[in-house]
């Protein structure tokens, strides 16, 4: 750390436990300086026990919003999307109490709802079959009926061919 550098330090340490003489009992102190665009230039100055939980809910409370971008928010949100994709995979669950555990979860109940709808749709699909080939055999049926069955029949085994991939 440069001359510079360190004496910043001390006066920037020097001025906070002087500020929080005048600060309620139990209060903690935080002083971040950046510069935009240069994080190797960043200067986190805090105290003892702060809960850096804490200084992001009270810099919510402060007006900081979850629309704004920054890293934290994407990588996150990443996070959450793959525990998501990986619940659906029944892979990599989170370890037992991890935050994740909820969104894996959701992954999971969406993987079997869609394989039951899977289910009911193969179901329905066979039994569509099986009324075409009775009419088939039978004949002096609604050919209209016959036509309609068969589109629908064609409907079913795209989606199931996107559903069993």
């Not at 910043?8 to 665009?37: E, M, R, W």
């Not at 704004?68 to 525990?83: Q, T």
């Not at 989170?94 to 709808?117: S, T, V, Y």
Request: aromatic share 6%; with cysteine.
């Amino acid at each position: 750390m440069s001359a510079i550098l360190q004496r910043f330090h001390q006066v920037a340490n020097d001025a906070l436990v002087n500020i929080s003489k005048h600060c309620l009992p139990g209060a903690k102190i935080a002083l971040i300086i950046y510069t935009p665009g240069k994080p190797e230039e960043d200067i986190v100055l805090k105290d003892q026990g702060l809960d850096d939980n804490e200084v992001v809910s009270a810099l919510r409370r402060r007006g900081l919003s979850i629309d704004g971008d920054n890293a934290y928010k994407r990588d996150l949100l990443d996070s959450v999307v793959g525990a998501m994709a990986f619940g659906v995979q029944n892979r990599n669950a989170p370890p037992a109490g991890h935050w994740g555990q909820r969104f894996w979860d959701i992954g999971r109940e969406e993987r079997a709802l869609c394989e039951e709808l899977v289910a009911a749709l193969k179901l329905n699909r066979e039994n569509l079959r099986a009324c075409q080939a009775t009419i088939h055999l039978c004949g002096g049926f609604d050919p209209a009926y016959v036509t309609e069955a068969q589109a629908a029949m064609k409907v079913a085994d795209a989606a199931l061919a996107k559903a069993t991939r």
